[in-house]
Every structure is written in structure tokens, then in C-alpha cells.
């Protein structure tokens, strides 16, 4: 096993019923990439990504993170473990502005003890402190200062999408999935996005593992690029490499 690896995904299979969504299925993220994963429709990406999250356990195979088989693991002990997944910011969260949404990002990651909080309140203010320096240094790097006070519910789309990134910063991530986060997303505050999620990367270290039909923004953003087709991988490489492959055009638009 290689350290580099943040994700192994080994010959995982995964059967609805009749149907092989995802058929002995092998893939990896390297450590400090931006690993696009495309193909067709029904390919079996979502059911891979659920699998990879904790959200649907594999009928076999095994899936190692961060060197450890989490094979099965529930999505919570994935996030202790700093497996993060954007998520659209709740209905019940959107009366909180973008500063407090950032701030009621859980903190129950490994090396904070929140349990002592009853013995120590004086760290119970200091963690609370930390938290909001945290969160107002997160609304810096995406520059969303200007809406910092305003209430979540009333952001842009677009904006609304920075802070769902922006809550995968207030925790230790070892990895971010996106699943088709452009979707819906105008091309400005597309461009947005995807700067902000090289930044994060570049800058910060961020890996992250993507699904997104959208061509364009993969080919901006990842390398490598992992094409799935029937349940399997069937290719790996460069944008520029995967689109220029024959095998690969066959898997989209053959009969
Ligand atoms: P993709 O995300 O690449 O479009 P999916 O993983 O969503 O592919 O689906 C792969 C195959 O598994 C498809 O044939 C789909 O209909 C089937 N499938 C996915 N989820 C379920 C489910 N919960 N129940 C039954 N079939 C499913
Ligand atoms: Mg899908």
C-alpha cells in the first residue's frame, strides 16, 4: 500500500438487485490531487462515491482511507476520520448568516475533547474563539467578507456554494468529495468556484476527489481524470490524454 494514497478502492463490486451499478472496480486518490471521475450516465459513479463515503456498503471489496480499511464505516466515523462531502446548506441553517453557518461546522475530529469542556469552561471560550477565528480566516481566503453578516438563505447560488466548500475548511480534511458541484452554476461563479478550489488546493494542500459531467471544468481542474463505464475503471490519465483515446469516445458514444 502506498502512503501516497488517500483513497484504495479495491475491486469493489456493488449489485441492486439485478443491476451491477458498480462490477470489481479498482481506482485510487493520490494525495494532494484533484481526481476527476467522469463517464455516462449509469456508469456506477455515485454508487462508487457512496461507497467511498460510507453511504452504501459494498456487497465486496474493500475501500482503505488514509491507510485503513473503512470498509462499511458509517459516514460520521468517515468525517472524524476528515472524509468530507459538501453538503447543500439546510433549510434549518439558513436563517444563520455565513459566518455562523461556518462556525456550526462540528468539531468532534480526533485530538478535540470537547468532553472536558465540563471541567475546563475556560477552554470551552477559547474553542469557541478558535472556531470563530477560524471561520473569519475561511471567509477571507473565499472572499466572501462582504456577506459575511448576511443571512445564508438570502446568498447567491453561487455564493451559497463557497460556504458549502468553505464548511470542508473548518475541520481537517484529508480529502473533499464533490459530486457534481458546478451543477446549476453559472459559468462566472463557476470560474469562482473553480479557482477557489485550486487555491484551496495550491495553497492549502486539499485533496480532492470530483464527479462532474461538466468537461470543461474537469479538464481545468484534475489531474488525473478517471473514466468509469459499466460498473468498472476503464481508463486514467490527463484530460488531454483521455480525450484523445478511442476506447474512451467508444464508451460514451458507442452502441
Ligand atoms: P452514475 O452516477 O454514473 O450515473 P449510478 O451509480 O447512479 O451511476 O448508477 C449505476 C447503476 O446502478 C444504474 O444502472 C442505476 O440505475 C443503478 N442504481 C443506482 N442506485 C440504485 C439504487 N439505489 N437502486 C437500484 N438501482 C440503482
Ligand atoms: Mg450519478
Redesign the pocket.
Known amino acids: 500500500m502506498s502512503q501516497d494514497l488517500v483513497i484504495d478502492v479495491r475491486n469493489v463490486t456493488k449489485h441492486?438487485?439485478g443491476?451491477a451499478?458498480?462490477e470489481d472496480c479498482s481506482l485510487s486518490v493520490r494525495r494532494g490531487s484533484i481526481t476527476g471521475l467522469i463517464?455516462?450516465?449509469?456508469?456506477?459513479?455515485?454508487?462508487?462515491f457512496n461507497m467511498v463515503a460510507g453511504n452504501i456498503v459494498p456487497d465486496s471489496g474493500q475501500v482503505i482511507f488514509d491507510g485503513a480499511d473503512v470498509t462499511g464505516m458509517p459516514p460520521h466515523d468517515l468525517f472524524r476520520r476528515g472524509m468530507l462531502r459538501t453538503f447543500q446548506i439546510a433549510h434549518e441553517f439558513s436563517h444563520m448568516t455565513a459566518l455562523e453557518n461556518l462556525m456550526m461546522v462540528p468539531g468532534d475530529q480526533p485530538g478535540e475533547h470537547l468532553g472536558n469542556v465540563w471541567f475546563r469552561p475556560f477552554s470551552a471560550s477559547q474553542r469557541e474563539r478558535d472556531v470563530r477565528a477560524k471561520a473569519l480566516d475561511v471567509i477571507d481566503f473565499l472572499k466572501l467578507g462582504h456577506v459575511r453578516d448576511e443571512l445564508a438563505g438570502n446568498l447567491s447560488g453561487g455564493q451559497k456554494k463557497l460556504l458549502e466548500l468553505g464548511r470542508t475548511m473548518m475541520v481537517d480534511a484529508k480529502v473533499v468529495l464533490l459530486d457534481e458541484v458546478a451543477a446549476g452554476v453559472n459559468r462566472t461563479l463557476l470560474n469562482d468556484l473553480a479557482g477557489n478550489i485550486e487555491r484551496m488546493n495550491r495553497e492549502l494542500g486539499y485533496t480532492f476527489f470530483v464527479?462532474e459531467h461538466d468537461m470543461d471544468l474537469i479538464g481545468r481542474l484534475c489531474d488525473p481524470v478517471i473514466v468509469?463505464a459499466q460498473?468498472s475503471k476503464i481508463a486514467e490519465g490527463p484530460m488531454a490524454e483521455i480525450r484523445s483515446n478511442p476506447e474512451i469516445i467508444e464508451a460514451y458514444f458507442g452502441s
Open positions: 441492486f438487485g443491476i451499478a458498480v463517464g455516462p450516465n449509469g456508469a456506477g459513479k455515485s454508487t462508487l464527479i468509469m460498473g
